[in-house]
């Protein structure tokens, strides 16, 4: 298995963007997750094999996760950012497209300001 590694995150405030980064994206199925403290991990965006996506209905509109094939990035841009969008991003991948999420990233952390 290849450590993921996130990067891009940062403070910002309330509308602001950022744009996450994750490599290598060598795998067919990856997605973003996000986490705070003492609350459980929230699936936010997914990617698959066909280039199909699906997103948390909490962000859905505002972010938009992509893979760059040639570089094996995997972003998440981040759009219209809110305060209860502050949390851990993490991206993580699911082998073979099957069963859960099993290679993980450290985490970046975003934080959003009113």
């Known amino acids: 298995q290849v450590q993921l590694v996130e990067s891009g995150g940062g403070s910002v405030q309330t509308g602001g963007s950022l744009r996450l980064s994750c490599a290598p994206s060598?795998?067919?199925?990856m997605g973003w997750f996000r986490q705070n403290p003492g609350k459980e991990r929230e699936g936010v965006a997914f990617?698959?094999?066909?280039?199909?996506?699906q997103y948390a209905a909490s962000v859905k509109g505002r972010f938009t996760i992509s893979k760059d094939n040639a570089k094996n990035i995997l972003y998440l841009q981040m759009n219209s950012l809110q305060p209860e969008d502050t949390a851990m991003y993490y991206c993580?991948?699911?082998?073979?497209?099957?069963?859960?999420?099993?290679?993980w990233g450290q985490g970046t952390q975003v934080t959003v300001s009113s």
């Open positions: 993580a991948a699911q082998l073979f497209c099957r069963g859960a999420y099993g290679i």
């Open positions: 060598i795998y067919s199925c």
């Open positions: 990617i698959v094999q066909n280039g199909s996506t």
